[in-house]
């Protein structure tokens, strides 16, 4: 029992702090939230009761009355009961004060912004792309080069990267690293023995490359038209110039500034201004400029566009990196020091905040927006300032083992990318002062004992490492709204399930994620990461989950893993209830949950049975009867348990006694195979025949279904068996039929029917397209199949059922979904059909003009009648579920996504979108919208189709009055205006004409960009009014006219009404 100082500090997670609430003074509360609504002394009280109740627990009319009392929160039945099911984790019908305070612990988790914030994926994804730098020494400086409009604003999609390497070659690069050009920086002075280049940054509004070296000199070269020309040189720096920085503004009146550090710890701060290209204008014979530092103060006639202005000895060691704050209009500049970050204006006077540490900065980051900055350097320690307060950090992150040399932010500085020495990139949430994730897998081929230059695109997100090679890296990929509305699981989809008792979505991933959903809300109420791992060299790895159930009375969760596990959970809260285990490394393909026990198959060929009381990590094994891997099976409690194997086999089992008393071939449904069940006849049906079959050896790593021991396999055979099983839904002759085994992948039973003889209750898709359908009955079998695909090479992979068993949902492997009706499908009975109803429900029923596939490849398949199909996604559906309720179909897809869509076929959502939830306004999925048929879009847009054809006049065949009527008579109205129709209008006013100014800031004048070009379009003569060609021609036929369309020496032809081939003369 928690002492008052427990309960004391747990009151303090309330949300809300305000005394007890008067219940007799107003309303009460209808379903509210626990956790919003107990305040501090609320929490006291409710000890109290807890404490004054028997045995300390409350049953659940007395802890209703409590809640009723104390907190003056009415519930409603049904909502109770999911409430006080969630609350009693124990399931024994009796509540405590521990699991009452664990449901208040699990709503402020909830409620916490943090958690909403939870990515399924690291923000780092994949290995990075690593090209050659195409330099002979190691890369010193990368940067990019954005395009400049003449507005002066840049587009960050149009541009181009730019690498320079020490020994002064200087590389073009463009968005997708293809190499477009080289120059080379070197030294007019020198003649033989060449510079080190030590940075390089490009000033893109005047096309000038700038480059520094260690002779103490600053180049400036002009790169328009593709060229590179030298244009002016500043030499005798008193340092030697180690890191630039540019920033020019969209407005032309401002001065650009290039900021420049010094390995003396000075800064240089150079303004011109960018009208007509400033100092850097092309003029006739002027040459190349050349003149020292002092000159600039000393003589500055000789330049007089460009002013310099110094901070002398603002650090003691090198300038690492320097930047322009243009919201603050302040320079900041840091260096490996005590005095290790400044941030002044450009005068010194104004701002002057000094951020001191130990060991100095290395680099640095800001965002102009929320006002934050970020240092890292050789400490190895990530810091989070205000640059308003110089005098401690906010935050502080520790745990990369080398110096940090650049910082990236994203999200307006919520989140830190921070590249350390080691080439090891962490991840940092400021809100959640965590880090998120450690990425090493940069390979030391881009550069292990050199140091690497960065840059960051903001647009693309890719982050672009530079040393001995060039690596490529993709900073949290944003989702693009015109391709997708975003990912429920960061790998694919592999089970969806719906719990009616607590309303629910349960959705599992191969990501090993389970996640629970609100359907209403598209809320994501709690998330398990890493449900199933194994260890591999010391380190946990996450195991892909494959198959999941529901207790009987919907309040666990059972799932089973690649590796063999199955895992019991309270879905609500999160938490592992119990571990077992079928096999070590066997895929489990399904498992159940029935009453009293679990069962679950997969790659061991059997049934692995476990009682669902005690912690018993293994259980008992049913008898093996399948010769391969049990891909699907299905159970209908409390009578049959069926499986079906990856070579067509396929077992009715009593789930009593747990005995097989039916066995079928899905490739050859009609013929009798003999059960044995001597020990002696089942020996030899098990011995491996001529085809391959037989019985193989357990393995204890990942292996395809269906293979074998290495000893055993026959290339040839092997060869021939793989290409016997490739899907295909083209019919073939029973000969060819033969030749291969067709796999069962997907199983349902539809457990309303009787068990009868002649009732097919069982459905199974078979991958040439076929849905087959069984009776379990003892005296049963086959009892006949329809085609369940319209596109060849698909088949049916995900079933799903209403809970009368009326409509069978099918999904395929390319992404389409089809509803069928099950009312008068192989039911031995008459059933009455409404079509009225279910036209009105399924607009896909609605008559076609022309036919699409879907309807074409039915025609001569009446029965089960397909009521809907359209396309739900472009990967293939791996499961599906369906809310009675809601009548919303959910849908789980191998492209990472589960969409919401109406009975009707509409799309509504996708769980995990960034988009806003709606279940009411429909849309088009983003990536299906581009390859949707006709038909697809028909059951989109709810049965609206447009019947307008091209050239079509509808005919009002109502009216009494004649075409001619119509041209000829007004019948007393006056006529429309103008009388002539709209066949001439006043040519437009001219555009008044400006002055050409001449851009004479290049070496050459391009005429061209200036002339001025008349349309090249011909005019075309307008068309002759319809009342003047008829007038035109009657004339002309009642002259008697020839024409050249009348035969040599005939008579001229009478006259006749005016159409179109009379007036194509004219």
């Known amino acids: 029992m928690a002492n008052e100082s427990e309960v004391r500090s747990i009151m303090t ?24 609504r107990c305040s501090m002394t609320d929490m006291v009280k409710i000890r109290e009761a807890f404490l004054a109740a028997y045995r300390n627990k409350m049953l659940a009319n007395e802890f209703r009355t409590m809640l009723r009392n104390l907190l003056n929160v009415e519930y409603d039945d049904d909502e109770f009961k999911i409430l006080f099911m969630k609350i009693n984790t124990s399931r024994t019908g009796e509540l405590d004060w521990d699991e009452f305070v664990s449901h208040l612990i699990l709503g402020y988790f909830g409620n916490d912004p943090e958690n909403q914030r939870e990515t399924l994926q690291p923000p780092i994804m994949g290995l990075p792309t690593v090209m050659r730098s195409q330099h002979r020494h190691p890369v010193s400086r990368i940067c990019f080069c954005p395009d400049v409009a003449k507005d002066r604003t840049t587009d960050p999609m149009q541009g181009m990267y730019m690498t320079a390497s020490r020994d002064g070659m200087i590389n073009w690069w463009s968005l997708d690293m293809t190499l477009l050009r080289t120059a080379f920086s070197s030294s007019p002075h020198l003649k033989v023995r060449t510079t080190w280049v030590t940075d390089m940054v490009c000033m893109p509004d005047v096309n000038i490359i700038v480059t520094s070296s260690t002779e103490r000199d600053l180049r400036f070269y002009d790169c328009t038209a593709k060229t590179f020309t030298l244009k002016i040189v500043i030499t005798s720096w008193e340092d030697m110039i180690c890191a630039m920085y540019y920033h020019f503004c969209a407005d032309v009146n401002e001065k650009c500034i290039l900021l420049c550090g010094d390995v003396g710890g000075n800064i240089r701060v150079l303004r011109f201004s960018p009208i007509k290209r400033g100092p850097f204008r092309n003029e006739a014979g002027r040459a190349l400029i050349q003149l020292r530092h002092v000159d600039l103060q000393r003589k500055p006639h000789l330049l007089p566009e460009l002013k310099l202005l110094e901070l002398s000895k603002v650090h003691g060691e090198w300038v690492r990196q320097v930047s322009y704050y243009a919201s603050l209009h302040c320079v900041v500049s840091c260096a490996t020091c005590p005095d290790a970050l400044l941030m002044c204006d450009l005068h010194g006077s104004k701002t002057h905040n000094m951020f001191r540490v130990d060991k100095g900065i290395q680099c640095f980051a800001f965002d102009e927006e929320a006002h934050v900055l970020v240092t890292g350097g050789p400490d190895c320690v990530v810091r989070v300032w205000s640059p308003f307060v110089p005098a401690k950090a906010n935050v502080t992150f520790t745990g990369h083992h080398a110096g ?32 998120v994730q450690t990425y090493i897998d940069i390979p030391s081929v881009v550069g292990e004992r050199t140091p690497i230059s960065a840059v960051y695109q903001r647009a693309t997100r890719e982050f672009v490492l530079a040393a001995i090679k060039i690596a490529v890296v993709v900073l949290d990929e944003q989702l693009n709204p015109q391709h997708t509305d975003g990912f429920t699981h960061s790998r694919a989809v592999a089970k969806i399930l719906y719990n009616p008792l607590f309303k629910v979505i349960i959705t599992c991933g191969m990501d090993s994620i389970i996640i629970n959903w609100n359907p209403v809300t598209g809320q994501r109420n709690v998330m398990v990461r890493d449900a199933h791992t194994r260890l591999l060299h010391g380190e946990l790895i996450p195991v892909e989950i494959t198959a999941a159930c529901f207790d009987p009375g919907y309040q666990l969760l059972l799932t089973g893993a690649r590796n063999g596990t199955l895992k019991v959970w309270n879905f609500n809260t999160g938490l592992n209830l119990r571990i077992m285990t079928i096999e070590h490394m066997c895929e489990v393909t399904n498992c159940f949950w029935v009453e009293g026990r679990i069962m679950a198959v997969g790659w061991n060929r059997h049934v692995t049975e476990f009682e669902d009381t005690g912690m018993a990590m293994t259980g008992k094994s049913w008898e093996t009867r399948h010769t391969d891997d049990v891909l699907a099976a299905a159970v209908r409690t409390p009578l049959t348990l069926a499986t079906a194997s990856y070579n067509s086999e396929l077992l009715l089992w009593k789930l009593e006694t747990g005995q097989p008393f039916r066995r079928f071939s899905c490739t050859e449904p009609m013929l009798r195979i003999k059960m044995s069940y001597n020990k002696r006849d089942m020996a030899k049906a098990s011995t491996p025949s001529k085809d391959g079959g037989g019985q193989r050896k357990s393995t204890s790593g990942f292996r395809k279904p269906g293979t074998r021991d290495r000893d055993q396999i026959n290339a040839a055979s092997a060869v021939q068996k793989a290409y016997a099983r490739r899907v295909s839904s083209v019919s073939m002759p029973q000969r060819a039929q033969n030749m291969r085994q067709l796999a069962v992948h997907a199983m349902i039973f539809l457990a309303t029917r009787p068990q009868a003889m002649h009732v097919a209750s069982l459905f199974l898709a078979l991958e040439n397209g076929q849905v087959q359908c069984w009776s379990d009955h003892p005296a049963g079998g086959y009892q006949g199949s329809f085609q369940a695909i319209h596109t060849a090479g698909d088949y049916v992979s995900a079933f799903a059922t209403d809970i009368d068993n009326d409509l069978l949902f099918t999904g395929t492997t390319f992404g389409y979904v089809k509803v069928w009706l099950m009312t008068n499908y192989l039911r031995n009975e008459e059933v009455h059909v409404n079509m009225p109803r ?30 809907n199909s359209y396309r739900a996604h472009l990967r293939c559906i791996s499961t599906m579920a369906y809310i009675d309720e809601l009548e919303l179909v959910f849908t789980g897809s191998s492209d990472y996504s589960v969409r919401v869509w109406r009975l009707s076929g509409e799309y509504l959502q996708t769980l995990g979108s960034f988009l806003p939830w709606s279940l009411e306004v429909t849309r088009f999925p983003p990536d299906v919208k581009k390859v949707a048929s006709f038909t697809t879009f028909k059951v989109w847009r709810g049965g609206w189709v447009s019947r307008y054809v091209p050239g079509q006049v509808e005919v009002d065949k109502l009216r009494d009055i004649t075409e001619y009527e119509l041209r000829h008579k007004t019948f007393g109205a006056p006529p429309d205006d103008p009388l002539l129709g709209h066949y001439f209008a006043l040519p437009k006013r001219p555009e008044r004409q400006d002055r050409i100014v001449l851009d004479d800031s290049l070496q050459t004048i391009p005429l061209y960009a200036h002339l001025r070009m008349a349309s090249t379009q011909p005019v075309r003569r307008p068309p002759t009014p319809p009342l003047v060609r008829e007038t035109r021609l009657r004339r002309q036929l009642a002259r008697g006219k020839r024409t050249h369309f009348d035969a040599p020496g005939g008579s001229a032809p009478p006259a006749a009404q005016p159409g179109p081939q009379s007036n194509s003369n004219l």
Request: aromatic share 6%; hydrophobic share 35%.
């Open 838 to 867: 279910l036209r009105l429900k399924f607009p896909f029923m609605w008559r076609d003009r022309i036919e699409g596939r879907a309807k074409r490849s039915i025609r001569d398949q009446p029965l089960p009648l397909l009521l």
């Open 13 to 36: 997670l309330s949300s809300r702090s305000e005394g007890s609430t008067a219940a007799q003074m107003r309303s009460r509360w209808r379903n509210a939230a626990l956790h919003e």
């Open 404 to 435: 940090i040399t650049c910082i990236v932010l994203q999200n307006r500085g919520q989140t830190i990318y921070s590249l350390s020495r080691d080439r090891a990139i962490k991840v940092w949430d400021v809100q959640g002062q965590t880090c």
